[in-house]
């Protein structure tokens, strides 16, 4: 890990909130920013009546295209949110785990909270059902006569369903027109489905969607050469004002979720990160890693480190909440740049946001094959489905303490490094043999940051079953631990029966900790040695194209 890995270490002994801002400092950053992004000049357009924003996976007002069309083409605003009880009740698709952990949960829950929050001050309001979407909205739509439904549109394919079903509901409502003579033929309310969850909109980019380069470095290069992010929205002084009438016929606002409501609980976690939920503490920790801690100059250095909040810029669970636009982000990259420092760092963070918009743009390419066992090229491959050995990685008892610490790290806390997450899909896919998907599944039910773009893209690719064929790497676990946790810092920090041992073997304790379940594949400490056994020593029945 780099050199600030014993100092973050002995800062995370208890667990730190994450931004480390008081709820304050977070509000007068999410203050400051909205005051940037507000146009005293912007006027509605005129559409009158009603539009509905209905809030999916961007829980956010600033930066939302949604909230300021649906603003523009109306007099009054619904902003909706549907707990659907297939997401935080329902299973996942072939394994059957939880589709919404408790933490994930009660992070959306303040998510939601805050959004609620921040309408408020915009003079809105956000409207709350229990149930599905297609059922809620007509019957909204119906209650304050809505026009159009607005609402960002996603790519993969149980949220398209939705789409769909959302459409043919609003298809059946009838909207009466106005007029002196009320002559004006009946109209359905339309739905508008807007592109916001990439940092380069879809229509920018130097190629379509099904001609999408399978190797991110030529999507990377064609993007940065060829197209343009788009400004952030600016937004008017207010939203308001909400509809006048219908709320009581659909009984009122509603309220935001508790975790006992949707039948969750969850214990309050000792150590680690807790990430706090919602727009503010997203623009606060923003606010926080770039500006105040000054952490943005430094981030390719210290990005692959594993303890404590600030190795990396741990903006993922509200990117993936859409709590946060990536352009936003940007566009503070940009300002520090200015104002600070242009460095490979500040640059850094563009270059993943970029890898995000990648997995997002793949999923539209090749749609559910990025579920499937054989991923986007269809690569047959035989796995195991070991009950017992799978436990014994999700539960972090493999018998190396790399995989456990990062293994217990997801289920106290519902996050894990980046490095992390590579070496312990690596060691299930490769050193058990366990079929990818049992993993990509448990990350689905644990990960605060999940979406399923990317957790699926990055799954793919560590599996080796991925669109570009040349992510097919193995990741030798001794070679990670002395690069990455060389005085075995991090796995003392989650397994504290190693903190006695010498801190060269905490990594290596041999009868000191629990028995390995499995040999290792390979266990030599060079780079070079990985790739040559991944391309020379790989069982041969395990990648076959499929005829």
């Keep these: 890990m780099s050199s600030s890995s014993s100092s973050s270490s002995r800062g995370a002994l208890a667990a730190a909130a994450v931004p480390s801002l008081s709820a304050d400092e977070a509000g007068a950053a999410a203050d400051e920013a909205f005051l940037r992004y507000t146009s005293p000049s912007m006027r509605r357009s005129g559409g009158g009546g ?28 619904l902003p909706v949110y549907c707990v659907d009880p297939r997401i935080s009740a329902g299973s996942t698709h072939y394994f059957g785990f939880p589709k919404t952990g408790a933490l994930r949960a009660q992070f959306l829950i303040e998510c939601l909270e805050d959004l609620k929050r921040n309408l408020t001050k915009q003079g809105l309001d956000l409207l709350i059902r229990h149930g599905k979407p297609e059922d809620i909205l007509p019957s909204i739509a119906k209650a304050v006569t809505a026009h159009t439904v607005y609402a960002h549109q996603e790519t993969c394919s149980e949220e398209l369903l939705v789409e769909h079903l959302v459409r ?46 399978d190797v991110y470095t030529q999507f990377r290069k064609a993007v940065e050469s060829k197209s343009s992010v788009r400004n952030c929205s600016k937004l008017p002084p207010s939203l308001g004002p909400p509809p006048g009438s219908g709320l009581d016929e659909i009984g009122g606002w509603g309220t935001v979720p508790t975790l006992e409501s949707l039948g969750l609980s969850m214990t309050k976690a000792e150590k680690g990160m807790h990430f706090v939920g919602g727009e503010s503490a997203a623009l606060g920790r923003v606010h926080e890693y770039f500006w105040k801690k000054d952490q943005l100059k430094v981030y ?19 990117l993936a909440s ?19 420092i242009a460095n490979d760092s500040t640059y850094w963070v563009l270059f993943e946001l970029i890898w995000r ?95 399923p773009a990317s957790n699926y893209g990055n799954w793919t690719y560590g599996a080796g079953v991925g669109n570009d ?11 990670q631990a002395k690069t990455y946790d060389p005085d075995g810092e991090y796995v003392a920090y989650w397994l504290p029966e190693l903190r006695s041992i010498a801190k060269e073997r905490r990594n290596f304790p041999g009868a000191s900790y629990i028995k390995q379940v499995v040999p290792l594949k390979f266990d030599g400490g060079h780079q070079k040695r990985d790739q040559q056994f991944n391309r020379q020593r790989r069982p041969v029945h395990m990648y076959r194209r499929q005829k």
């Design 50 to 77: 009603v539009a509905i924003v209905w809030f999916r996976n961007d829980l956010r007002v600033l930066d939302n295209e949604a909230v300021v069309r649906a603003w523009a083409a109306s007099d009054a605003v």
């Design 168 to 213: 043919k509901g609003l298809e059946q409502v009838v909207i009466p027109q106005g007029g002196a003579s009320n002559q004006k033929k009946p109209r359905n309310p339309k739905l508008q489905l807007i592109w916001g969850a990439t940092l380069y909109h879809v229509d920018d980019l130097p190629f379509s969607v099904n001609n999408l380069p």
């Design 300 to 318: 390719k250095k210290t990005r692959n480190g594993m303890l404590g909040p600030d190795y990396s810029t741990k903006f993922s669970p509200w």
């Design 322 to 340: 859409g709590s946060l636009s990536p352009r936003y982000i940007c566009e503070e990259v940009k300002r520090y740049e200015k104002q600070r």
């Design 357 to 451: 918009d990648y997995f997002r743009f793949i999923s539209a390419k090749y749609g559910n094959s990025i579920f499937h066992l054989g991923g986007p090229r269809n690569v047959e491959s035989k796995w195991s489905q070991d009950q017992a050995l799978f436990e014994s990685w999700r539960d972090g008892r493999t018998g190396y303490p790399l995989i456990d610490a990062n293994m217990k790290e997801l289920l106290a806390t519902g996050f894990m490094s980046n490095r992390g997450r590579q070496i312990v899909c690596s060691f299930l896919v490769r050193d058990m043999g366990i079929d990818w998907r049992m993993g990509a599944e448990w990350f689905e039910t644990c990960l605060l940051d999940y979406d």
């Design 469 to 479: 064929p040349r992510e097919d790497r193995y990741f030798s676990i001794p070679k």
